[in-house]
Antibody, heavy 120, light 108 residues
Framework: QVQLVESGGGVVQPERSLRLSCAAS????????MNWVRQAPGKGLEWVAV????????QYADSVKGRFTISRDSSKNTLYLQMNSLRPEDTAVYYC?????????????WGQGTMVTVSS | SYVLTQPPSVSVAPGQTARITCGGD??????VHWYQQKPGQAPVLVVY???DRPSGIPERFSGSNSGNTATLTISRVEAGDEADYYC???????????FGTGTKVTVL
């Protein structure tokens, strides 16, 4: 069925790295832009990064620019988020989300989320 | 950076109408999307491009957008509509997505 499944979350010390994955199924992954969105405990949604359908363009929130890298492997129908130099304020549930068209648009499909805790 | 401001909370009795606002500078010139998030669950798209509904979303959910305010309207509110709601835009000047501050809807 049509779904997104995140993995890779866990507890990590400050300044360490972590890579999240998002496995897509049930739709033509290579046709759609993809995003990462996070939600700190008890807080609202924060957009993190977007990658274009072809992987050629990426944009990042100011809070993660230079530390996080979004990428995709269409041969594996998988989206990634490489997170380096992690900080306690990066603690959040991380969701991957599909854009509803090839350009900027609404997020019509979300994964269930994976928790990342940055703590010593 | 672009800011979308929502009221922290809205309370409504069952069967009545809930209106959730999303304020931003000239937000009427952008396409606004709305998401519903229930506790412990991922967000769900309920309105896109200001006023369109994805398949499976009840007609009770509607949206409008003009000037500096976008509005999500929930008619004939049901207990199951109790959730957090977020507006969202794509800010083309910065190539960033922006989420609103979020509104908790409580059904009395």
């Amino acid at each position: 069925q049509v779904q997104l499944v995140e993995s890779g979350g866990g507890v990590v010390q400050p300044e360490r790295s972590l890579r999240l994955s998002c496995a897509a199924s049930g739709f033509m992954f290579s046709n759609y832009g993809m995003n990462w969105v996070r939600q700190a405990p008890g807080k609202g949604l924060e957009w993190v990064a977007v990658i274009s359908y072809d992987g050629n363009n990426q944009q990042y929130a100011d809070s993660v620019k230079g530390r996080f890298t979004i990428s995709r492997d269409s041969s594996k129908n998988t989206l990634y988020l490489q997170m380096n130099s992690l900080r306690p304020e990066d603690t959040a549930v991380y969701y991957c989300a599909k854009v509803d068209n090839s350009g900027p648009g609404a997020f019509d499909l979300w994964g269930q989320g994976t928790m990342v805790t940055v703590s010593s | 950076s672009y800011v979308l401001t929502q009221p922290p909370s809205v309370s409504v009795a069952p069967g009545q109408t809930a209106r959730i606002t999303c304020g931003g500078d000239s937000v009427g010139t952008e396409s606004v999307h709305w998401y519903q998030q229930k506790p412990g669950q991922a967000p769900v798209l309920v309105v896109y491009d200001d006023s369109d509904r994805p398949s499976g979303i009840p007609e009770r959910f509607s949206g409008s957008n003009s000037g500096n305010t976008a509005t999500l309207t929930i008619s004939r509110v049901e207990a199951g509509d109790e959730a957090d709601y977020y507006c969202q835009v794509w800010e083309s000047s910065s190539d960033h997505y922006v989420f609103g501050t979020g509104t908790k809807v409580t059904v009395l």
